[in-house]
């Protein structure tokens, strides 16, 4: 995709990714289903992970899988208040790029 993701709009996806799954979800499964959206890295999630985390949006525990422990990401309630503001702004933005973008 040619167009640039922001911060801003990185910490709607992946909040958004995460809220999808009552009992959270885990890195490597986070970056295929944002994948399907957004070419992401997992060097790229992991820092907006963290930074979401430390803005108590997310909170995380480990389960193990196999012998290994895996960590899991869960949307706070704090998080889901910030998700929710961030749909209400891209709805906001869409709609205004897409009547620029409308051909007549």
Same mark, same amino acid.
């Given at each position: 995709?040619?167009?640039?993701?922001?911060?801003?709009?990185?910490?709607?996806?992946?909040?958004?990714?995460?809220?999808?799954?009552?009992?959270?979800?885990? =890195?490597?499964?986070?970056?295929?289903?944002?994948?399907?959206?957004?070419?992401?890295?997992?060097?790229?999630?992991?820092?907006?992970?963290?930074?979401?985390? @430390?803005?108590?949006?997310?909170?995380?525990?480990?389960?193990?899988?196999?012998?290994?422990?895996?960590?899991?990401? @869960?949307?706070?309630?704090? =998080?889901?208040?910030?998700?929710?503001?961030?749909?209400?702004?891209?709805?906001?933005?869409?709609?205004?790029?897409?009547?620029?973008? @409308?051909?007549?």
């Amino acid at each position: 995709m040619v167009f640039n993701t922001g911060a801003a709009l990185l910490d709607a996806i992946v909040l958004a990714a995460v809220s999808r799954e009552s009992e959270g979800t885990y =890195g490597y499964r986070m970056t295929q289903d944002i994948r399907q959206a957004i070419d992401i890295s997992e060097s790229t999630l992991y820092p907006v992970l963290r930074r979401l985390q @430390k803005e108590e949006c997310l909170e995380t525990y480990d389960r193990a899988i196999d012998g290994r422990n895996r960590r899991y990401y @869960k949307i706070t309630k704090t =998080g889901r208040a910030q998700l929710n503001l961030y749909r209400g702004e891209w709805r906001v933005y869409a709609q205004r790029i897409s009547g620029i973008l @409308k051909e007549e």
